[in-house]
């Protein structure tokens, strides 16, 4: 592995034994997990209730390894609506962990044509960990 890229991927991590906390739906913010509506932006503090749904929504947490988690069930699901959001999950530049894990999932909805062309897109990516994944579903093993 890359020693010089694996620096940073840590992010904020919700305060655990605390109160419970849940994040907003709508801007991820976290919130009392009694109150009715998000404190920061207003939206009402309900998550989707369907599975497929959750797991997408969860592509956008702020906890990175709770989105790489997300983004490989999706990937074990094949999940048809997933792959726009794990599109822009590997067009992120600020965490190149979760951008490879988006790569990495977009490759098991292969052979879709909208699959391939965010895999095409990952390959100009500016971190060489996603490249690399990208790379890689192209039979370029690298
Ligand atoms: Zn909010």
């Known amino acids: 592995m890359n020693g010089q890229q694996m620096k940073r991927s840590e992010e904020r991590k919700a305060p655990s034994g605390e109160r419970p906390t849940r994040f907003c739906p709508a801007c991820y913010a976290m919130n009392e997990w009694h ?26 947490h702020p906890d990175g390894a709770t989105a790489i988690r997300a983004a490989d069930a999706l990937a074990a699901r094949r999940t048809p609506g997933a792959i726009e959001p794990l599109g822009r999950m590997a067009a992120r530049d600020d ?4 951008a490879a894990a ?5 490759r098991a909805f292969l052979p879709d044509a909208r699959a391939a062309a965010h895999l095409a897109e990952a390959r100009r990516h500016p971190s060489v960990i996603v490249r690399r994944e990208a790379d890689a579903a192209s039979g370029a093993r690298g």
């Open 35 to 60: 109150a009715g509506a998000c404190a920061r932006c207003g939206a009402p503090l309900e998550t989707p209730r369907d599975f497929d749904a959750r797991l997408v929504w969860a592509l956008g």
């Open 102 to 106: 988006a790569v990495r999932a977009l």
């Open 95 to 98: 965490d190149p962990y979760r």
